[in-house]
Each structure stands twice: as C-alpha cells, then as structure tokens.
C-alpha cells in the first residue's frame, strides 16, 4: 500500500538510485584496493629484500619470517641490470598469471578486479612493480591468490553495506522532504477538491490557496478559479431551473388568456370600422404567435429551442411585418424605420423563428434609441451570395455598453439596458444557430449599433439543422 503512495515510490526509487551509484563506485573502488593490495606487498618484499642485502647470511627460519610477513614466496630484486633472487620458498605449484603494476590502465585493473572475485581457486600469481624511493629497476613477487580475494571480498561487503546506510538515511531524509513539500500540499489540494464535490453550493469548501511552491499555489489558484466559476455557473443554473418552471406555469395561464383574447379579435374581423378592419388580421397574427410562443414553452422539456420547421419565404413580407409592429408601439416617437430588402427575395427558414429573431433585434434598437430621448433610425437590410443569406439590422442609437459587449449572448448577464435581463439576444442567437448559422456583431460605437443574421446555403447545413 506504501509503494502505491507518491512518496512511497519516491523512497523506493531513492534507495534504487543510490545503490545504483554505490555499484557504480563499488568496482573501481574493488579494483583500486587490490592495486593498494599489490603494492603493499611488494613494499613489504622490497624491505624484506633489504635485510638480505645487510646481511647475506640470515637463516632459513628469519628468511622464511620476512616471506611469510610479507604475504609472498619469493622476491626478485632488479638492480643494476642484474636479476637477483632475494628470498625464496617452495612455490605450492606453477604460476597461473602474471600482473604488471607498472603501466596498468583503469581498464584493465577493473577486468583484472573482477576476473579476481569470480575465480575461486587458489592460484599462484606473479606481480611485477617497481620498488619504491628507486630502490631498484625492478621488483618481483609470487604470492597466493586467496588471501588476496579474501580481502576483497571482505572490503565489498563493507562498501556495500555501507551503501545501504548511505541510502536508508538519504531516502529516509528525502522522504521526510517530499512528503513535506509536495506530498502534505497535493493531499490538501485532494481534500479541498473531495469537499467541494460533495457540497459545491457551499463557498466555504471553495480552496484557499496557501502553498508556498510556486508550481502548487498556481494549481491551487486554478482550482480555486475554476470552483468559483463553477459555484455560480451552478447557482445560475439553479435560477434558471426555478425560472423555467415558473415560466411554465405563467405560459401555461396565458395560453388560456389568449386563447379567449382571440376568439375576441375574430369577432372584431366582421366590423365594419376601416380601422379595424385594417388592424384585427395584424393582431390576429399577433396573438397567433402568442399562443404559438406559450405552447413551445410547455413542450419546452430541455434548455433549447425546438428544430426550424424550414420552408421558402418572403424576407419582405417578414421585415414588414416586424417594423409594422414596432411602429404601432412607437406610437408618436420621432423614429424612422426603412427597409432595404429585394422584393421577391426567398431565404429557407422558419418563419416564426426568423420573426422573433427580426423583433429581438428592432425592439433592442428601438428601445435604446428611445432610451436617449433622441430621435434616431432603424434599417433593415437583407441581401445573399453564393453561400448564405444575410439580414442587417442597424440604428443610430448610443451603442452597446462595455458590458453588453463582454456578454453579449450571455443569459441575464448581456442586457443591454437597465433592468433587461440580456434574454433577447441570447435567444436570437441560439435561433439563429439552430438553422445552421449565426448572428453577429458588425458595429457599435457612439453613432450606433449593427447585426447581421447570416443563414448558410449549403444543403450540409441544412441537413445538420434538420437532424
């Protein structure tokens, strides 16, 4: 369960590197004690062979005394280009290997190192060096082999179980430090991310970031941004829930209202005043995309707009009809409406959708113009190319404020007067996408404000509406 853990591995590799580096120091530092080895004894021969040179007659028993304190069976001295055999003893068979001291490479006392502890047997071994403080050309010994393997062997398990200290204390050490530093820090960061998601409504689980690593405080201010964001991304949708429902229940009584208000309107029809005459097919519309808009919204069983029902129609016949409306609630106020659309000209698209697109947008317009006091004008403009159909809506009011423009098809957060709720615009945007295009912003600065609906041509986009 340790090892699953950060720091838990992180102990294990430590310890792992650590001896990795120990071994990688371990076989020089083999080889360079049997070079030391060596060397020692052919300094204890040379000083061996030095006595003999005092005095040429010492017995067998102090000659067999200097060999056996010298760890060697014979000594052979070089001096004066004269080879002499200083001491002597019986060699236990013949000599397997010889080994010259004098130009050793690293590379070759490492083989030689190893080659040494592999290999078992007892062997007879020469060594060839020079003497020291120039005592000599020349100094050679033959010596037993399993003394010196013995003592290497014995100064490896020394290195390696000092390694292993070496490591437990620095993995130890590190360990202590990570957990510290990362581990403790992420384990909060864990923490603070399990307790909001079992209480994202509460501000109180949102992290307060506090690491000092600079790494885990800018994760630790991620978090605590994208928590923030996501509290009241869910206390908006909570609204907006709440909302919806009671939207339901006032489409639902306002159905009925309008439903009596139009069979009202159709007894107005067979009046005989002009004026009547003349307005009740208008309101009959009116109220007929009413009941239409009510019955939509009690169908309304997830946060879209239904599917365009598409069919060929009058652009003209739309605009008009859409300014004829905005004219009867402008009443007396000094602003123009004009219009500049091809007679004839045919888009694909729904129509009610397309009508309440078109009233989104002149009813923002006529409503800041009227915000200034002003007089002012709105235009309608409709035109197309090969690939699309395009509608502009432009006036000459004060322009969006900064706000507007940030969130611009943004629920309740793009309004664009005081106390508008930002709806409009957001839901001319999402009828425009639902046939496959787009509304934009062109314009708006202090001379005034100017969309575009921009419907494709493609069959592809069509299809993709459709489906």
Not at 3 to 23: C, D, K, P, Q, Y
């Amino acid at each position: 369960m340790v090892l699953n853990s950060l720091s838990g591995r992180f102990l294990l590799l430590t310890i792992l590197f650590v001896m990795l580096a120990e071994v990688l120091i371990f076989v020089p530092s083999v080889a360079r004690f049997r070079e030391d080895y060596l060397l020692l004894r052919l300094e204890r021969a040379q000083i061996a062979s030095l006595a003999v040179l005092a005095d040429d007659m010492i017995d067998q028993a102090l000659e067999a005394e200097l060999l056996e304190n010298a760890g060697v069976f014979n000594v052979v001295l070089r001096r004066d280009d004269t080879r002499q055999l200083m001491l002597s003893s019986p060699v236990p068979g013949p000599v397997f290997q010889t080994f010259d001291l004098r130009d050793a490479g690293a590379y070759e006392l490492i083989r030689d190192a190893l080659m040494r502890i592999l290999d078992r047997q007892d062997r007879v071994i020469r060594v060839l060096g020079e003497p020291v403080r120039q005592g000599g050309l020349l100094i050679e010994i033959t010596m037993a082999s399993g003394p010196l393997r013995s003592a290497m062997l014995d100064y490896g398990i020394n290195i390696l179980l000092l390694s292993a200290v070496i490591s437990a204390i620095t993995a130890s050490l590190l360990f202590m430090a990570v957990r510290g530093t990362l581990v403790l820090p992420i384990r909060r960061v864990v923490t603070a991310m399990q307790s909001y998601a079992a209480s994202p409504e509460d501000a109180r689980t949102i992290i307060n970031p506090s690491a000092n690593i600079i790494e885990l405080r800018e994760a630790e201010n991620a978090l605590q941004s994208m928590q923030t964001e996501l509290t009241q991304s869910l206390k908006q949708k909570d609204r907006l829930a709440q909302l919806g429902g009671a939207v339901a229940k006032v489409s639902h009584d306002l159905r009925n209202i309008l439903t009596v208000a139009q069979l009202m309107v159709d007894r107005l029809e067979s009046s005989d005043d002009p004026t009547v005459k003349r307005s009740a097919p208008k309101l009959v519309n009116s109220i007929s995309r009413a009941v239409h808009l009510c019955e939509s919204t009690l169908t309304f069983g997830k946060a879209e707009e239904p599917a365009p029902v598409l069919s060929r129609i009058d652009v003209a016949q739309i605009v008009r009809d859409v300014i004829e409306g905005e004219r009867l609630a402008v009443g007396e106020c000094g602003i123009r409406f004009s219009q500049d659309v091809p007679e004839g000209m045919e888009l694909r698209a729904d129509s009610d959708q397309l009508h309440r697109v078109l009233s989104n947008l002149i009813r923002n317009a006529r409503q800041a113009i009227v915000a200034t006091g002003k007089d002012g004008e709105i235009s309608v403009q409709a035109d197309e190319d090969d690939g699309e159909w395009f509608i502009t809506v432009s006036d000459t009011g004060p322009g969006l404020p900064p706000k507007a423009r940030e969130h611009l098809f943004t629920p309740f957060q793009g309004g664009i007067r005081k106390g508008g709720t930002g709806l409009g615009l957001a839901i001319a945007a999402e009828l425009a996408r639902g046939h496959g295009g787009r509304l934009d912003l062109l314009a708006s600065d202090h001379t005034g404000t100017k969309f575009a609906i921009r419907i494709p041509k493609g069959d592809s986009a069509l299809d993709a509406v459709s489906s």
